[in-house]
């Protein structure tokens, strides 16, 4: 299990996020925006845009309410960004699950998500 320590915004400073071996988040329950914030810096991203909060909040807005994976055509149809786009902001669907705070999606999942 990882713990994310470093770097933490004030916001979330007192509290620890466990993180399985993948860092994905263990408890979906558990993140903020303070945290995507801190996952996306120490992913290597800039500043979050609303572009990328367009994709966070429909990614996670879907898994919550149905708790199942999203796949890349469904967030460009339900954000309006074409998959080149989604790609440019975020690298891989991957990333972008970390940085939603959702959980391991299990290993024949991440191959889609790749």
């Not at 290597?44 to 309410?65: C, D, N, Q, S």
């Not at 890349?72 to 790609?87: A, F, I, M, N, P």
Request: glycine share 8%; hydrophobic share 45%; proline share 5%.
């Amino acid at each position: 299990m990882h713990r994310l320590e470093t770097s933490v915004p004030p916001s979330v400073q007192s509290a620890r996020f466990a993180f399985d071996a993948d860092g994905f988040l263990l408890d979906p329950g558990l993140w903020s925006e303070a945290l995507a914030r801190t996952l996306a810096a120490e992913a290597g991203m800039g500043p979050l845009t609303a572009a990328h909060w367009r994709v966070i909040e429909f990614i996670r807005g879907k898994y919550l309410r149905l708790g199942s994976l999203v796949n890349l055509r469904q967030v460009c149809r339900g954000t309006d960004l074409s998959r080149d786009e989604v790609k440019a902001l975020f690298g891989s669907c991957l990333t972008i699950w970390r940085i939603a705070g959702l959980p391991n999606p299990g290993e024949e999942a991440k191959t889609y998500l790749h």
